[in-house]
């Protein structure tokens, strides 16, 4: 089940952005949706670089199992926010401190994703902005994010934000090769 089809199941509709857009952190609640976003966006974004079977391989179940996790641990490190309009989920970003630096920087950008109908509507740079706020306001000084190296959306929307490209290289997930970018914004205090 993609989001439009959880959308759909509640009776909602995925339109252009209209309306203001409300970001605010995330709560157990949210687990579906953003796990709905999260499928939806990566079998958008990842096809021809991950194997189709994978992305049509993953469950909402599992993902929202995932999320209601993370949204229900209780940790100042960590942060997640959504983006709504008129109380549709239309994305999410998350964040966090890090115990020991990574390439020097103390916190990470851990996860945005869009409903593809609502990307390059400026709600992706919102949400960073949300979370390195938070991230700074709980001490970090920088942040870091990791991208797969072939996603060049990304690479784009992260190098229009100001980060500075770090390293390329290549990591396993879940059972795949795969090659990675690490960007970094040497400063996310203002």
């Given at each position: 089940?993609?989001?439009?089809?959880?959308?759909?199941a509640r009776g909602l509709d995925i339109t252009n952005v209209v309306g203001d857009v409300v970001i605010r952190r995330a709560t157990v609640a949210d687990a579906g949706v953003i796990a709905a976003v999260r499928i939806d966006s990566w079998r958008t974004t990842y096809r021809g670089i991950i194997p189709d079977d994978y992305l049509d391989g993953m469950k909402i179940e599992d993902s929202?199992?995932?999320w209601s996790r993370i949204l229900s641990a209780t940790s100042s490190a960590a942060n997640?926010?959504?983006?709504e309009v008129d109380g549709e989920v239309l994305g999410f970003a998350a964040g966090m401190t890090l115990a020991e630096?990574?390439?020097g920087?103390?916190?990470?950008?851990?996860?945005?994703?869009l409903e593809p109908s609502v990307q390059r509507a400026g709600i992706g740079r919102r949400l960073v902005a949300h979370v390195a706020a938070?991230?700074?306001?709980?001490?970090?000084n920088n942040m870091l994010v990791w991208v797969l190296a072939e996603n060049r959306q990304a690479r784009q929307f992260y190098e229009m934000l100001g980060a500075e490209l770090l390293v390329e290289q290549p990591f396993s997930w879940d059972g795949l090769d795969l090659q990675e970018?690490?960007?970094?914004?040497?400063?996310i205090r203002t």
């Open positions: 089940m993609n989001v439009r089809e959880v959308k759909k929202t199992a995932i997640v926010f959504v983006a630096a990574k390439l920087y103390d916190s990470e950008l851990t996860a945005i994703y938070t991230l700074a306001s709980a001490g970090a970018a690490g960007y970094g914004w040497r400063t």
